[in-house]
């Protein structure tokens, strides 16, 4: 039986900023600013991580106000569905029926749409682990969907990227962590969002929150 700790999601998750973290497959546009995402495979689970803003369009789609409707989800922030659909359909044709879903920053907003797609195909995941999620929902619908699902978001105390769009809400509980960036970080004011202080604070979860895949 596969064990996965919060841990070994949050290194999966970051994994998708390291060029040679060895992913069983990525999906990716032919454009930087695309839904960037990977498969990695523990045993009987796999892990479906998406890549959070590598470049300024990235950054701008977290704080894109425009709201679309996906049937069977109701209105949400347009944003996180920009390049989300081709991904979506290469994915449901390559995971199996074991699935965790993660993402960071804007990752975090298309992890969440993509765990309310698994839902509404009646394959939801064993869990969703979200570090710095964008607010992503307008309706009640999101929040409807992924009750069915365990969801660990967690929310950096001065993190901007998880205050807005600010219209649109979370549609789930947040954990808050307060794990400060080094002084002169040249992030400044968004410094805070850095994945590797949320990698921080769940180092030192305890106890260690696990997952294994549900019995036949």
């Known amino acids: ?3 996965l700790t919060e841990l070994d999601l949050y290194k ?3 994994g998708t900023y390291e060029p040679d973290f060895p992913f069983d497959l990525i999906f990716q546009g032919r454009k930087d600013d695309e ?3 990977g498969v990695k495979r523990f045993g009987e689970i796999d892990v479906v991580a998406f890549r959070g803003s590598t470049t300024p369009l990235d950054w701008f789609r977290n704080f894109d106000l425009l709201p679309t409707f996906e049937r069977g989800v109701g209105w949400i922030g347009e944003n996180f569905e920009d ?4 991904a979506r359909g290469n994915l449901l044709t390559v995971i199996g029926p074991h699935v965790i879903v993660v993402g960071h920053s804007r990752g975090a907003g298309e992890a969440t749409d993509f765990a309310c797609d698994l839902v509404l195909a009646d394959r939801p995941p064993i869990a969703v682990m979200l570090l710095a999620p964008p607010r992503t929902s307008i309706s009640s619908r999101q929040a409807e969907l992924l009750a069915r699902v365990p969801v660990r978001a967690y929310r950096n105390k001065g993190d901007p990227v998880t205050e ?5 809400g979370h ?8 794990v400060p960036a080094p002084g002169g970080d040249p992030w400044g004011p968004v410094a805070p969002h850095h994945s590797e202080l949320y990698g921080l604070a769940i180092a030192g979860l305890s106890p260690m929150p696990t997952y294994t895949a549900p019995s036949q």
């Open 1 to 3: 039986m596969t064990v």
């Open 12 to 14: 999966v998750c970051h």
């Open 35 to 37: 839904t960037y995402v």
């Open 83 to 86: 390049g989300l659909a081709a």
């Open 164 to 168: 807005v769009p600010p219209w649109c």
């Open 171 to 178: 549609p789930y509980e947040l954990i808050n962590i307060d």
